[in-house]
């Protein structure tokens, strides 16, 4: 099977997490455990988020006395492309010795008018308190906004157009590469390949990613084992299976399951056949079979009773083009 597996932020540092290297590091060597038994037998292409790194950047930047101005986020976002590819390719390398493994700084083209530059919505870095959120914004001008109780930063978030790596990706895959890419979304760019100030979401860029890959299954993997229904009340369960239609008519989060069943929906309807799980990274490989996880595909099935392949898990490759055209 062709896989891209996406990683949550949580995956590297949780809430509440102190933002040091050796938690990050510690949390990696966990994801790298599930991500390896995925690679078994598989072409695997995996991406991640950066919020909490690169809002990390961001506070330290702009508190630099030394710099006349704080860095941008698209640097910012290359800089923990860099960091985070490089600890997932090392753990990788200890896990799965002899396998080819590479981690390539990806861009990710946006359109400069896209209207998401005029509502800012991506959260990025810690939370504050009311006072704190206060200075912040009154000293940096950023944009704030509540997530759960407390207070976060939030920037451009537009639509991923195109991934301008798209084509070595593909070639280092079909030459059977581990691939790391389009990390934190991609550095967004505009058409002329100069930086641009937001930060693209993971997801909806790692559908891109596989849409255009031709791949046969597209793993979102977070926290949670299962994205649930009647979230937050006495009655929540986990969905086994569901339809895009039939998942974007559900009220969920728009700053953390929302963005995922877009996803998810996105690339179920532009590969038929293929099969999109939203779960937990622990449960990585049930996923795949049908064990764990909410599978969305574009195509009317039972609910789930028992585990069940799913549609490519025998092995059998899905018809695909390269360079980024899918079949």
Known sequence: MRIVAALGGNALLRRGDPPEAAVQVAHVREAVEGLAALAAGNELIITHGNGPQVGLLAVESAADPALSAPYPLDVLGAETQGMIGYWLVRELRRALPGREIAALLTETAVDPRDPAFGAPTKFIGRSYGDSEAERMRAEHGWAMRKDGAAWRRVVPSPEPRDIVELPTIARLTDAGCLVVAVGGGGVPTGGDHRGIEAVVDKDLAAALLATRLGADALLLLTDV??????????????????????????????????????????FAEHRPGAVAVVGALADAPALLSGAAGTRIENRHTSPRTTASPGPGVDGRRQSRTREGRTA
């Open 225 to 266: 084992p299962a994205i649930m229904r009647d979230h937050g009340t006495p009655h929540a369960r986990p969905i086994g299976h569901i339809t895009p239609g039939l998942l974007r008519s559900l009220p969920l989060p728009a700053g953390s399951m929302g963005p995922k069943a877009e996803a998810a929906s996105r």
